[in-house]
């Protein structure tokens, strides 16, 4: 069995380069297929999977490497009642919201959790 592995994306992607590190690294991690691959974003971080990605720290990671993990077979998902959905416009990217208790359920199920 593949280890689980949860990246969890919580900076602001407008004035840091965390997430779109974050999101170059599952990307790698997950075209090895040695490991599942799971990203949640949250807070400002949502703002990655938005259809204008221009005025984000390294815009190129998102544009290169989130459609990558996309398709790794587990959905992208996001926090529930962000007000920061409502700021994607068109996303390229489907994701899911989840709660607080799924994503707990999540990182329990988790062999790794990496938080940025």
Not at 21 to 39: D, S
Not at 46 to 75: A, C, H, K, M
Request: proline share 7%; charged share 20%.
């Amino acid at each position: 069995m593949k280890p689980k592995v949860l990246f969890i994306v919580e900076s602001d992607p407008r004035n840091s380069g965390r997430p779109a590190e974050a999101i170059r690294v599952a990307a790698g991690v997950g075209t090895w297929k040695k490991a599942e691959i799971h990203l949640h974003l949250r807070g400002a971080a949502i703002l990655g999977l938005g259809e204008w990605v221009d005025d984000l720290v390294d815009e190129d990671n998102f544009t290169r490497y989130l459609p990558i993990v996309g398709e790794s077979g587990e959905p992208v998902t996001v926090e529930t009642g962000s007000p920061f959905v409502a700021d994607l416009g068109t996303s390229a990217i489907p994701h899911t919201p989840i709660t607080a208790d799924q994503l707990a359920a999540l990182a329990a199920q988790s062999s790794s959790v990496l938080r940025f």
